[in-house]
């Protein structure tokens, strides 16, 4: 666990410089956004498009690996909507708090995510960490709009709509693009090749920065008893329920490390996006986030410290 954490503090460090840069005043707020923008749309899709079109899988259970994220996903989904009520009661929050919740709790934080990966396993396991972008992101972004539009939102969200948005994600399409140049059987030419690789070494560290810039430690005590609920959930039972589908699905090595970590890793801040727009409680999902990232210091080492 020690050799664990003292690999994450760079991880941590970069994030905490986020935070006090943005204290600072040295960087306006719209700038963060629009980093946070190109973190987004271009750097990290061009980290999973180049990962997955150039890794070599042969030796890999990318199958067994993305079903058994996959039915993490759907477990702890179906598990907070079969105790949604006597959960909600419990904690006294009305619907859209406890979509807030439920996206608090399941979603991951790929830039915090692919920053470790490298760090702990080296760069080769950045493709495994792009195997569980394009396993996780479409499915999670389907459910959590389904029950966001359910229980949040006061407008009834159409397929077709659906649809176009999930297809119109970065890290979907990124994804797609990656798996259809490895189907192709092509080698990937050493020009955008090398293009690529600059653009994802200059992301990692700008993202965290991102992360640490809207981290609102001020305000995450509000709320208190969701937002503790959404952190243990997240860091601790997801890791258990993500270990358990790896188990029955015999996927060992690094790829369950890697799977692991992905999920207990923070909520992602797409959550608070999706909140804002279908109307759930957004200031309780960027509450949980900063509560997660400050936990995770604790947490992840102790996960990588099991899976090693």
């Known amino acids: 666990m020690t050799a664990a954490f003292l690999a994450l503090v760079p991880v941590f460090a970069v994030i905490l410089a986020g935070f006090l840069l943005r204290r600072s005043g040295l960087i306006g707020a719209d700038h963060w956004d629009a980093v946070d923008h190109v973190c987004y749309f271009v750097l990290f899709p061009a980290i999973i498009f180049k990962e997955i079109a150039a890794a070599d899988f042969s030796n890999v259970p990318v199958a067994r690996m993305a079903l058994a994220m996959m039915l993490?996903?759907?477990?702890?989904?179906?598990?907070?909507?079969?105790?949604?009520?006597?959960?909600?009661?419990?904690?006294?929050?009305?619907?859209?708090?406890?979509?807030?919740?439920?996206?608090?709790?399941?979603?991951?934080h790929t830039f915090i995510a692919f920053a470790i990966i490298p760090i702990y396993f080296g760069p080769g396991a950045l493709a495994l960490g792009a195997v569980s972008a394009a396993a996780m992101t479409p499915l999670l972004n389907i459910i959590c709009v389904w029950v966001l539009a359910t229980h949040a939102s006061p407008?009834?969200?159409?397929?077709?709509?659906?649809l176009k948005s999930l297809a119109a994600?970065?890290?979907?399409?990124?994804?797609?693009?990656?798996?259809?140049?490895?189907?192709?059987?092509?080698?990937?030419?050493?020009?955008?090749?090398?293009?690529?690789?600059?653009?994802?070494?200059?992301?990692?560290?700008?993202?965290?920065?991102?992360?640490?810039?809207?981290?609102?430690?001020?305000?995450a005590m509000s709320s208190l008893a969701p937002v503790v609920?959404?952190?243990?959930?997240?860091?601790?039972?997801?890791?258990?329920?993500?270990?358990?589908?790896?188990?029955?699905?015999?996927?060992?090595?690094?790829?369950?490390?890697?799977?692991?970590?992905?999920?207990?890793?923070?909520?992602?801040?797409?959550?608070?996006?999706?909140?804002?727009?279908?109307?759930?409680?957004?200031?309780?999902?960027?509450?949980?986030?900063?509560?997660?990232?400050?936990?995770?210091?604790?947490?992840?080492?102790?996960?990588?410290?099991f899976r090693g």
């Open 155 to 162: 407008r009834e969200v159409r397929i077709g709509a659906m």
């Open 72 to 108: 993490a996903v759907i477990t702890m989904a179906a598990l907070l909507l079969v105790f949604r009520k006597p959960v909600s009661n419990a904690l006294k929050i009305d619907g859209p708090q406890f979509t807030s919740l439920f996206q608090g709790a399941i979603r991951w």
């Open 169 to 219: 994600n970065p890290f979907v399409f990124s994804s797609l693009g990656g798996v259809a140049w490895q189907l192709t059987g092509l080698t990937m030419p050493t020009i955008p090749l090398q293009a690529l690789d600059m653009i994802g070494k200059g992301a990692l560290g700008l993202a965290l920065l991102t992360v640490g810039a809207g981290l609102r430690i001020g305000e």
């Open 229 to 305: 609920v959404a952190t243990a959930l997240k860091l601790l039972v997801m890791p258990a329920v993500m270990a358990l589908w790896l188990m029955i699905l015999g996927v060992s090595g690094e790829a369950a490390a890697v799977a692991m970590l992905c999920g207990a890793v923070p909520t992602g801040s797409g959550a608070y996006v999706l909140a804002k727009r279908m109307g759930g409680d957004a200031a309780l999902v960027a509450n949980a986030l900063t509560l997660q990232v400050i936990f995770a210091a604790i947490t992840i080492p102790v996960v990588l410290a």
